[in-house]
């Protein structure tokens, strides 16, 4: 069972890059997130989408974008990476607006 | 303050022992509760939702306070294999927000 998948597991980038963070979900659920987790932090909610093309932000969305042209898919895009943009990036999905979240492997990023 | 608060930790206790974690929430039209269990370098996975009722699952016991908007966690008879960090879940209204605490980190030691 595939259920949520991130990649890449692992990336570096330098100051000022792009770059997307992918996720899909073959569960068919609606809403799908994007979080971060830093030390002491606990996971912030970034952006979020409540169905394919419905997307809204989170607590911390700065520096960030995402799109849901599909149901599957929600990718996270990084628009010039910044150092305190360095954390574990965590995508997660859930078949209505109270249930259980379903998490991927998470991303460690880290911008140097 | 933050939406939700938990006990910092870290907790260190021995197999067998009962060991209780606490939250609270600061938003009161939050609808649902969760714990999460987080191991090390791992994603989050849900441990079990919380009912106003109490919920038990094994021997883990969950309790939701809706008056005082506590929460917590209890278990039983610690396992080695319990050591990890237990995060609070609170599910706002109003919309999709899932807010999570910071985490209590968990040892158990033989």
């Known amino acids: 069972n595939a259920g949520v998948t991130q990649t890449p597991k692992f990336q570096v980038l330098k100051t000022g890059q792009s770059m997307t963070l992918q996720c899909a979900q073959d569960m068919n659920h609606e809403y799908m997130s994007w979080y971060r987790q830093d030390p002491g932090m606990g996971l912030r909610l970034i952006h979020y989408s409540v169905g394919a093309g419905i997307t809204d932000q989170g607590e911390v969305p700065n520096g960030y974008n995402v799109s849901r042209s599909t149901t599957e898919d929600f990718p996270l895009r990084l628009l010039s990476a910044a150092p305190s943009q360095t954390s574990v990036y965590f995508c997660?999905?859930?078949?209505?607006?109270?249930?259980?979240?379903?998490f991927g492997q998470g991303t460690r990023l880290t911008v140097v | 303050r933050k939406e939700v608060e938990q006990d910092p930790g870290p907790f260190n206790v021995p197999e067998g022992a009962t060991v209780a974690f606490n939250c609270t929430y600061s938003?009161?039209?939050?609808?649902?509760f969760f714990w999460y269990r987080q191991d090390c370098r791992k994603e989050p996975k849900l441990l079990m939702s919380v009912y106003s009722s109490g919920n038990e699952d094994g021997r883990f016991t969950a309790q939701l306070n809706r008056a005082s908007q506590y929460i917590s966690l209890l278990i039983r008879d610690s396992k080695l294999s319990d050591s990890a960090t237990y995060l609070c879940?609170?599910?706002?209204?109003?919309?999709?927000?899932?807010?999570f605490g910071a985490g209590t980190r968990l040892f158990v030691k033989a």
């Open positions: 997660a999905s859930s078949s209505t607006r109270t249930s259980e979240a379903f």
């Open positions: 938003n009161s039209a939050s609808q649902s």
């Open positions: 879940v609170v599910n706002r209204g109003g919309g999709f927000k899932t807010i």
